[in-house]
Protein backbone atom coordinates (compact mmCIF):
# COMPACT_ATOMS: atom_id res chain seq x y z
CA UNK A 1 0.00 0.00 0.00
CA UNK A 2 1.48 3.48 -0.95
CA UNK A 3 0.05 6.45 1.13
CA UNK A 4 0.78 9.86 -0.59
CA UNK A 5 0.34 12.78 1.35
CA UNK A 6 0.05 16.21 -0.33
CA UNK A 7 -0.97 19.80 1.45
CA UNK A 8 -4.58 19.21 0.23
CA UNK A 9 -5.16 15.82 -0.95
CA UNK A 10 -4.43 12.32 0.53
CA UNK A 11 -3.56 9.18 -2.61
CA UNK A 12 -3.76 5.78 -1.09
CA UNK A 13 -2.23 3.02 -3.66
CA UNK A 14 -3.46 -0.60 -2.94
CA UNK A 15 -2.61 -2.78 -5.76
CA UNK A 16 -5.04 -1.73 -8.84
CA UNK A 17 -7.43 0.60 -6.23
CA UNK A 18 -6.21 4.44 -6.31
CA UNK A 19 -8.09 6.41 -3.46
CA UNK A 20 -8.36 10.36 -3.58
CA UNK A 21 -9.13 12.27 -0.90
CA UNK A 22 -9.82 15.78 -0.94
CA UNK A 23 -8.36 16.82 2.07
CA UNK A 24 -9.62 20.35 3.53
CA UNK A 25 -12.50 19.22 5.83
CA UNK A 26 -12.72 22.69 7.57
CA UNK A 27 -13.43 24.31 4.31
CA UNK A 28 -16.24 21.90 2.85
CA UNK A 29 -13.03 20.50 0.54
CA UNK A 30 -13.28 23.50 -1.63
CA UNK A 31 -10.63 23.25 -4.23
CA UNK A 32 -7.86 26.02 -3.59
CA UNK A 33 -5.06 26.72 -6.42
CA UNK A 34 -3.27 24.15 -4.17
CA UNK A 35 -5.90 21.21 -4.05
CA UNK A 36 -5.28 22.03 -7.99
CA UNK A 37 -1.87 21.66 -8.23
CA UNK A 38 -2.23 18.92 -5.67
CA UNK A 39 -4.67 17.25 -7.89
CA UNK A 40 -2.14 17.48 -11.08
CA UNK A 41 0.43 15.46 -9.14
CA UNK A 42 -1.81 12.64 -7.60
CA UNK A 43 -2.62 12.17 -11.40
CA UNK A 44 1.18 11.93 -11.92
CA UNK A 45 1.06 9.23 -9.63
CA UNK A 46 -1.53 7.00 -10.51
CA UNK A 47 -0.09 7.03 -13.88
CA UNK A 48 3.12 6.44 -13.33
CA UNK A 49 2.15 3.31 -10.81
CA UNK A 50 0.96 1.83 -14.12
CA UNK A 51 -0.83 -0.91 -11.84
CA UNK A 52 -3.90 1.03 -11.17
CA UNK A 53 -7.40 0.15 -12.94
CA UNK A 54 -9.81 2.01 -10.60
CA UNK A 55 -9.54 5.52 -8.99
CA UNK A 56 -11.96 6.14 -6.73
CA UNK A 57 -12.29 10.18 -5.46
CA UNK A 58 -13.59 11.14 -2.51
CA UNK A 59 -13.67 13.80 0.35
CA UNK A 60 -12.29 13.61 3.84
CA UNK A 61 -15.06 15.00 6.72
CA UNK A 62 -18.10 15.76 6.29
CA UNK A 63 -18.62 17.04 2.16
CA UNK A 64 -17.03 15.66 -1.01
CA UNK A 65 -16.42 19.28 -2.54
CA UNK A 66 -18.06 22.14 -2.11
CA UNK A 67 -16.86 23.21 -5.49
CA UNK A 68 -13.88 26.04 -6.10
CA UNK A 69 -12.62 28.04 -3.53
CA UNK A 70 -14.77 31.18 -3.97
CA UNK A 71 -12.43 33.18 -2.43
CA UNK A 72 -8.79 32.17 -3.71
CA UNK A 73 -9.66 31.01 -7.16
CA UNK A 74 -11.65 34.13 -7.63
CA UNK A 75 -11.84 37.18 -5.63
CA UNK A 76 -8.38 37.60 -4.86
CA UNK A 77 -6.60 36.99 -8.12
CA UNK A 78 -9.67 38.51 -10.58
CA UNK A 79 -7.95 42.06 -10.40
CA UNK A 80 -4.98 40.38 -12.01
CA UNK A 81 -6.26 38.92 -14.92
CA UNK A 82 -2.26 36.77 -15.86
CA UNK A 83 -2.90 35.35 -12.55
CA UNK A 84 -6.46 34.51 -12.62
CA UNK A 85 -5.77 33.01 -16.16
CA UNK A 86 -2.63 30.61 -14.98
CA UNK A 87 -4.63 30.06 -11.21
CA UNK A 88 -7.69 28.31 -13.37
CA UNK A 89 -5.82 26.61 -16.17
CA UNK A 90 -4.13 24.31 -12.95
CA UNK A 91 -8.00 23.36 -12.64
CA UNK A 92 -9.04 23.41 -15.92
CA UNK A 93 -5.74 20.63 -16.62
CA UNK A 94 -7.02 18.29 -14.21
CA UNK A 95 -10.56 18.16 -14.99
CA UNK A 96 -10.13 17.15 -18.28
CA UNK A 97 -6.88 14.78 -17.65
CA UNK A 98 -9.63 13.09 -15.50
CA UNK A 99 -12.07 12.87 -17.51
CA UNK A 100 -9.29 10.87 -20.09
CA UNK A 101 -7.94 9.08 -17.58
CA UNK A 102 -7.17 5.44 -18.59
CA UNK A 103 -8.35 3.80 -15.32
CA UNK A 104 -11.93 4.01 -14.45
CA UNK A 105 -12.96 6.79 -12.39
CA UNK A 106 -15.47 6.58 -9.67
CA UNK A 107 -17.14 9.49 -7.11
CA UNK A 108 -17.59 8.48 -4.21
CA UNK A 109 -20.02 11.38 -3.35
CA UNK A 110 -20.36 12.16 0.72
CA UNK A 111 -22.43 15.18 1.82
CA UNK A 112 -21.93 18.43 -0.39
CA UNK A 113 -21.35 18.43 -3.75
CA UNK A 114 -21.47 22.24 -4.90
CA UNK A 115 -20.27 23.66 -8.49
CA UNK A 116 -17.17 22.26 -8.77
CA UNK A 117 -17.91 18.86 -6.55
CA UNK A 118 -21.06 18.75 -8.85
CA UNK A 119 -18.41 18.62 -11.86
CA UNK A 120 -16.18 16.29 -10.71
CA UNK A 121 -19.34 13.92 -10.26
CA UNK A 122 -19.78 14.16 -13.64
CA UNK A 123 -16.68 14.01 -15.15
CA UNK A 124 -16.45 10.88 -13.61
CA UNK A 125 -17.36 7.10 -15.42
CA UNK A 126 -18.88 5.78 -12.42
CA UNK A 127 -20.71 7.36 -9.61
CA UNK A 128 -21.83 6.04 -6.56
CA UNK A 129 -23.63 8.81 -4.00
CA UNK A 130 -24.64 9.11 0.20
CA UNK A 131 -28.17 9.15 -0.68
CA UNK A 132 -28.53 11.98 1.41
CA UNK A 133 -25.84 14.30 -0.16
CA UNK A 134 -26.43 17.51 -1.82
CA UNK A 135 -25.58 18.63 -4.99
CA UNK A 136 -25.94 22.06 -6.65
CA UNK A 137 -24.83 24.39 -9.47
CA UNK A 138 -24.95 27.17 -7.53
CA UNK A 139 -23.34 29.63 -9.68
CA UNK A 140 -26.28 31.15 -10.52
CA UNK A 141 -27.00 32.07 -7.29
CA UNK A 142 -23.69 34.39 -7.19
CA UNK A 143 -24.43 35.81 -10.71
CA UNK A 144 -22.64 33.46 -13.31
CA UNK A 145 -23.47 30.64 -15.15
CA UNK A 146 -21.67 27.16 -14.43
CA UNK A 147 -18.51 27.38 -16.41
CA UNK A 148 -14.79 25.02 -16.04
CA UNK A 149 -17.05 22.48 -17.49
CA UNK A 150 -19.64 22.01 -15.08
CA UNK A 151 -22.16 23.22 -17.62
CA UNK A 152 -20.43 20.26 -19.93
CA UNK A 153 -21.06 17.96 -16.68
CA UNK A 154 -24.49 19.14 -16.24
CA UNK A 155 -25.19 18.39 -20.20
CA UNK A 156 -23.75 14.98 -20.11
CA UNK A 157 -25.12 13.21 -17.21
CA UNK A 158 -28.89 14.81 -17.58
CA UNK A 159 -31.83 15.15 -19.16
CA UNK A 160 -32.03 18.87 -20.93
CA UNK A 161 -34.42 19.96 -18.98
CA UNK A 162 -33.30 18.39 -15.59
CA UNK A 163 -29.76 20.34 -16.81
CA UNK A 164 -31.56 23.48 -17.56
CA UNK A 165 -33.82 23.03 -14.68
CA UNK A 166 -30.52 22.87 -12.18
CA UNK A 167 -28.44 25.35 -14.09
CA UNK A 168 -30.75 27.95 -14.15
CA UNK A 169 -32.32 27.79 -10.80
CA UNK A 170 -29.37 26.66 -8.63
CA UNK A 171 -31.60 24.27 -6.61
CA UNK A 172 -29.94 21.34 -4.45
CA UNK A 173 -30.51 17.97 -5.57
CA UNK A 174 -30.27 14.98 -3.37
CA UNK A 175 -28.23 11.77 -3.52
CA UNK A 176 -31.22 9.96 -4.27
CA UNK A 177 -32.35 12.94 -6.95
CA UNK A 178 -28.71 12.41 -8.44
CA UNK A 179 -29.33 8.15 -8.90
CA UNK A 180 -33.17 8.94 -10.85
CA UNK A 181 -31.52 11.84 -12.90
CA UNK A 182 -28.67 9.92 -13.89
CA UNK A 183 -25.71 12.02 -12.20
CA UNK A 184 -24.64 8.69 -9.94
CA UNK A 185 -25.52 5.08 -10.45
CA UNK A 186 -26.45 4.41 -7.42
CA UNK A 187 -27.73 5.95 -4.06
CA UNK A 188 -27.34 4.30 -0.89
CA UNK A 189 -27.65 5.27 3.08
CA UNK A 190 -24.27 7.12 4.52
CA UNK A 191 -22.94 3.69 6.32
CA UNK A 192 -23.05 1.81 3.33
CA UNK A 193 -21.28 4.09 0.60
CA UNK A 194 -18.04 2.35 1.18
CA UNK A 195 -19.11 -1.23 0.79
CA UNK A 196 -21.22 -0.50 -2.06
CA UNK A 197 -18.11 1.60 -3.85
CA UNK A 198 -15.45 -1.34 -3.05
CA UNK A 199 -18.08 -3.52 -4.89
CA UNK A 200 -18.03 -1.55 -7.82
CA UNK A 201 -14.47 -1.40 -7.43
CA UNK A 202 -13.78 -4.88 -7.47
CA UNK A 203 -16.13 -5.41 -10.65
CA UNK A 204 -13.84 -3.40 -12.38
CA UNK A 205 -10.18 -4.66 -11.33
CA UNK A 206 -10.91 -8.13 -12.41
CA UNK A 207 -11.47 -6.88 -16.07
CA UNK A 208 -8.44 -6.37 -18.59
CA UNK A 209 -7.08 -2.87 -18.11
CA UNK A 210 -6.14 -2.34 -21.72
CA UNK A 211 -9.90 -3.18 -22.62
CA UNK A 212 -11.27 -0.59 -19.72
CA UNK A 213 -9.22 2.16 -21.21
CA UNK A 214 -10.27 1.68 -25.17
CA UNK A 215 -13.53 1.15 -23.74
CA UNK A 216 -14.09 4.43 -22.18
CA UNK A 217 -12.45 5.67 -25.59
CA UNK A 218 -14.57 4.00 -27.77
CA UNK A 219 -17.84 4.99 -25.82
CA UNK A 220 -16.53 9.00 -25.50
CA UNK A 221 -15.91 8.94 -29.41
CA UNK A 222 -19.06 7.36 -30.04
CA UNK A 223 -21.10 10.14 -28.19
CA UNK A 224 -19.86 12.27 -31.46
CA UNK A 225 -20.42 9.88 -34.69
CA UNK A 226 -23.18 8.53 -35.99
CA UNK A 227 -23.29 4.71 -36.79
CA UNK A 228 -21.01 4.28 -40.10
CA UNK A 229 -18.38 6.32 -38.37
CA UNK A 230 -18.55 4.75 -35.38
CA UNK A 231 -18.46 1.11 -36.40
CA UNK A 232 -15.42 2.14 -38.41
CA UNK A 233 -14.20 3.69 -35.19
CA UNK A 234 -14.84 0.92 -32.94
CA UNK A 235 -13.64 -1.67 -35.33
CA UNK A 236 -9.91 0.07 -35.74
CA UNK A 237 -9.60 0.05 -32.08
CA UNK A 238 -11.11 -3.71 -31.95
CA UNK A 239 -7.99 -4.62 -33.69
CA UNK A 240 -5.66 -1.90 -31.67
CA UNK A 241 -7.44 -3.62 -28.10
CA UNK A 242 -6.27 -6.91 -30.06
CA UNK A 243 -2.45 -6.45 -30.89
CA UNK A 244 -2.11 -4.30 -26.99
CA UNK A 245 -3.25 -7.48 -24.96
CA UNK A 246 -1.67 -10.15 -26.91
CA UNK A 247 -4.83 -10.73 -28.62
CA UNK A 248 -5.86 -11.88 -24.74
CA UNK A 249 -9.62 -12.17 -25.89
CA UNK A 250 -9.04 -14.73 -28.09
CA UNK A 251 -6.29 -16.70 -26.81
CA UNK A 252 -7.34 -16.52 -22.60
CA UNK A 253 -11.25 -15.56 -22.83
CA UNK A 254 -12.45 -17.16 -25.64
CA UNK A 255 -10.64 -20.37 -25.01
CA UNK A 256 -11.58 -20.80 -21.41
CA UNK A 257 -15.55 -20.51 -23.13
CA UNK A 258 -14.73 -22.99 -25.28
CA UNK A 259 -13.78 -25.11 -22.46
CA UNK A 260 -16.43 -24.22 -21.31
CA UNK A 261 -15.19 -23.31 -18.14
CA UNK A 262 -17.18 -20.08 -17.77
CA UNK A 263 -20.25 -18.25 -19.16
CA UNK A 264 -18.89 -14.65 -20.24
CA UNK A 265 -22.80 -13.66 -19.89
CA UNK A 266 -22.13 -13.74 -16.37
CA UNK A 267 -18.95 -13.29 -15.37
CA UNK A 268 -15.51 -12.39 -16.22
CA UNK A 269 -12.44 -14.58 -17.54
CA UNK A 270 -9.70 -15.47 -15.24
CA UNK A 271 -6.64 -13.43 -15.61
CA UNK A 272 -3.32 -14.97 -14.90
CA UNK A 273 -0.66 -12.94 -12.73
CA UNK A 274 1.23 -12.54 -16.37
CA UNK A 275 -1.52 -10.69 -18.36
CA UNK A 276 -2.16 -8.62 -15.14
N1 LIG B 1 -14.99 28.46 -1.30
C1 LIG B 1 -14.32 28.91 -0.23
N2 LIG B 1 -14.65 28.61 1.04
C2 LIG B 1 -15.69 27.80 1.22
C3 LIG B 1 -16.44 27.29 0.15
C4 LIG B 1 -16.06 27.64 -1.16
N3 LIG B 1 -16.67 27.16 -2.24
N4 LIG B 1 -17.44 26.53 0.65
C5 LIG B 1 -17.31 26.56 1.99
N5 LIG B 1 -16.27 27.32 2.33
C6 LIG B 1 -15.77 27.63 3.68
C7 LIG B 1 -16.67 28.62 4.40
O1 LIG B 1 -16.37 29.94 4.00
C8 LIG B 1 -16.31 28.33 5.84
O2 LIG B 1 -15.05 28.90 6.11
P1 LIG B 1 -14.73 29.57 7.55
O3 LIG B 1 -14.91 28.45 8.54
O4 LIG B 1 -13.31 30.01 7.44
O5 LIG B 1 -15.72 30.67 7.74
C9 LIG B 1 -16.14 26.81 5.84
O6 LIG B 1 -15.87 26.47 4.49
C10 LIG B 1 -17.37 26.07 6.27
O7 LIG B 1 -18.46 26.53 5.50
P2 LIG B 1 -19.86 26.94 6.16
O8 LIG B 1 -20.57 27.83 5.18
O9 LIG B 1 -19.65 27.48 7.53
O10 LIG B 1 -20.55 25.52 6.29
P3 LIG B 1 -22.08 25.15 6.10
O11 LIG B 1 -22.16 23.68 6.36
O12 LIG B 1 -22.95 26.03 6.87
O13 LIG B 1 -22.38 25.43 4.52
C11 LIG B 1 -21.97 25.30 2.16
C12 LIG B 1 -21.65 24.75 3.55
C13 LIG B 1 -21.16 24.47 1.18
C14 LIG B 1 -23.49 25.14 1.88
C15 LIG B 1 -21.62 26.81 2.05
O14 LIG B 1 -20.32 27.03 2.61
C16 LIG B 1 -21.62 27.34 0.65
O15 LIG B 1 -22.64 27.70 0.11
N6 LIG B 1 -20.42 27.35 -0.01
C17 LIG B 1 -20.29 27.80 -1.37
C18 LIG B 1 -20.74 26.70 -2.32
C19 LIG B 1 -20.65 27.12 -3.77
O16 LIG B 1 -21.35 27.99 -4.21
N7 LIG B 1 -19.78 26.45 -4.51
C20 LIG B 1 -19.65 26.66 -5.91
C21 LIG B 1 -18.28 27.05 -6.24
S1 LIG B 1 -18.03 26.98 -8.01
Known amino acids: MTMIELETVNLEIDGPKATIYLNRPDKKNAM ?25 VTGNGDSFSSGMDLEECFLKPFDDPQLFYRTNLVALKWFQRLKAFDAVTIAKVNGFAFGGGFLVTGLCDLAIADEAALFGLSEINFGIFPAGGATWAATHNLA ?84 LSGNEWINVALKQFEKRSYQPGLSTYTRSEQQS
Open 32 to 56: NPQMHQDMNEVLDNIEADGGVRAVV
Open 160 to 243: RKQALYYILTGDTMTGAQAEQYGLVNKAVPADRLDEETDRLVKKIVRKNPVTLALAKQVYERTTMLDLPAAIDYDQAKLWELSR
